[in-house]
């Protein structure tokens, strides 16, 4: 996911977190966010084993790609 902290960011990160239907989760942005932050997280120790994030410059896309790629995700959220 791109853009886990801010605003949408933030509520969409803790709905892939919540579901069952994600195993793995990476968030990218330009700073990493507390999962104890996200509100109405079950488990958050669940949720904190499936979140792995990246720091990375949003104005180089080629961060994204490498962020994304080297995890062989099949989804990508951009918020």
Do not use: N
Not at 6 to 17: A, P, S, W
Not at 36 to 60: C, H, M, N, V
């Amino acid at each position: 996911m791109l853009g886990a902290t801010g605003q949408v960011g933030r509520h969409v990160l803790r709905e892939v977190l919540c579901s069952a239907h994600f195993t793995r989760v990476c968030g990218a942005g330009r700073r990493l966010t507390p999962v104890d932050s996200l509100d109405r997280l079950p488990d958050s120790a669940s949720a904190r084993a499936k979140l792995e994030q990246r720091q990375i410059d949003i104005g180089k896309p080629e961060e994204w790609r490498d962020a994304f790629r080297a995890g062989k995700f099949d989804v990508v959220f951009i918020a």
